[in-house]
Nanobody, 123 residues
């Protein structure tokens, strides 16, 4: 079992930055894929960024060039550095983990989820 707890969300003005963190406990290590998803009110949960068991990252088109996903060496803390934030980034951000090495873009592929941290960007 894996337990995930996100933090670091908040309210910022457009152009600002936030760093989200996700602390993982339980049966997880750096060899497992993790990801960040976002969900705005009334919308589907969307892929933001993933990092696989080899440390390779991928990003959604919206996040590319502005966000950076990383994890500590033990694989138990996942980060999302968010720069140049825009009002369209406003959403609840969720950390997710799966038991396998490969990362996927679909939320259905992830086995464990945190409760989320809210990010609000004002214009």
């Amino acid at each position: 079992q894996v337990h995930l707890v996100e933090s670091g969300g908040g309210s910022v003005q457009a152009g600002g930055s936030l760093r989200l963190s996700c602390v993982a406990s339980g049966s997880i290590d750096s060899g497992q894929a993790m990801a960040w998803f976002s969900q705005a009110p009334g919308k589907e949960r969307e892929y933001v960024a993933t990092i696989d068991g080899d440390g390779d990252a991928s990003y959604s088109y919206s996040a590319q060039g502005r966000f950076t996903i990383s994890r500590n060496n033990a694989g138990r803390v996942l980060y999302l550095q968010m720069n140049n934030l825009e009002p369209r980034d406003t959403a609840m951000y969720y950390c997710a983990a799966r038991t396998m090495r490969l990362a996927y873009y679909s939320a259905d592929e992830y086995d464990y989820w945190g409760k989320g941290t809210q990010v609000t960007v004002s214009s």
